[in-house]
């Protein structure tokens, strides 16, 4: 009995040695620094093509997300696929997405539609809901916004949500 207590406890000492050792191993540069800072007014244009209208889903909480903290003007330019949630012979289909898309409209999101794109698809301005306004044309619209100032993002709809857990699924807590 006192033999396996010893060899127990001296292998929870050895642990204990070898645990700076293996921190350092797996953690060769260190910890991430932290600069929480605050941002200036900035005015943003989101370029929005996506090939499945869920991804709308992403691009809400993106364009949520980066108003907060840069408080200027918020566009979003939409010309791809996408385009056919904001139909209004679609909103049974997309209602989940449309209503939250039309709530940030209403907080000073500006929803605008690429005329060519539109056209393209089969649909008339006066087949998408009031929050939208049809412009032009699409790529022009973001070139015309940042000669204006505005700062280009570009929201590939891929969502960082639970990524962790692809590599360390025993982490994740139900």
């Known amino acids: 009995m006192k033999k396996t207590f010893f060899i127990a406890a001296a292998c929870a000492v050895s642990l204990w040695a070898v ?3 293996l921190a350092e191993e797996i953690a060769p540069y260190g910890t991430a620094k932290t600069h929480l800072h605050e941002y200036p007014f900035i005015d943003a244009v989101f370029d929005v093509n996506y090939e499945d209208p869920k991804d709308l889903n992403i691009l809400h909480a993106f364009v949520k997300n980066t108003a907060k903290p840069l408080r200027g003007h918020m566009v979003v330019v939409t010309h791809g696929p996408e385009l056919r949630a904001f139909a209004k012979e679609n909103y049974i289909k997309y209602q989940g ?14 929803f605008r539609m690429c005329n060519n794109a539109l056209t393209a698809a089969g649909y008339e ?3 998408m809901h009031g929050f939208v306004t049809v412009v ?4 022009p619209e973001i070139a015309y916004l940042q000669s204006r100032g505005y700062t280009y993002i570009n929201p590939i709809p891929l969502s960082p949500r639970n990524v962790r857990y692809l590599e360390r699924p ?3 807590k139900d």
């Open 97 to 110: 997405i449309m209503d939250k898309l039309a709530a940030l409209a209403e907080a000073g999101v500006d």
């Open 170 to 172: 025993e982490l994740k």
């Open 136 to 139: 032009p044309a699409g790529f």
């Open 19 to 21: 645990q700076p050792a």
């Open 125 to 127: 301005p006066q087949d």
